[in-house]
């Protein structure tokens, strides 16, 4: 999961975004902003995992969140020549949040502009214990350090019951083998999107 960790952050240096007002967002902001990229990698990229096209649709602009296309410049420096999409997501009182999609290498992230540590765990524990996935998947905690001044964290998504067979149907095997996700957070201004989440699996064309 390092290698899926490092191939995503190796651009950010590089990556610059316009800024939606220049001002430290608050407590409430990060947390509203944190279960808005959580909500998105569940319903976008974990219930579409190993199907492109149902991914790229549910992250449609007339969709449940409302993505549009990023400029391109903002696509070409979160791809880094790889092929693949990039859509950004603004609500008003919010950060920004980039949807990330590889065209070849199952890589599916979500950025968040602003995010928090605790909140991103908690909002994930609660999308397997009692949202979305509830009854679909387990989270399984692997690892976290501090890396380069960012909170990573690795962990195991383990796929059981109807997620396990939408999986299974999806991906022609039984469905049951492991996710790998990885989740960053970094202190405000080390990076111009601070929290990400990503998980990876061969995709269907």
Known sequence: MRRLFFL??????????????????DH?????????????LGRICLLNLGDLNATLSAAAPGGEFGFVDAPPDVAAAFLQERPGFVRVLRRAGMGAILLVVGQQDGICSIWSEYA????????????VDKGGLKGGVHLLPLDAKEQDGMRVSDYYLM???????DLGKRLAEDGGKPLALVTSVSPPGLRPMEGMLAVSRALKQ
């Open 116 to 127: 928090d540590t605790n909140a991103l765990h908690g909002y994930l524990l609660a999308m």
């Open 159 to 165: 796929p059981t019951g109807w997620f396990a067979r």
């Open 28 to 40: 409430a902001t990060r947390d509203a902003t944190t279960r808005l990229a959580v909500a998105a």
């Open 8 to 25: 995503l952050t190796l651009s950010l240096s590089a990556v610059a975004l316009p800024a939606a007002a220049q001002r430290v967002p």
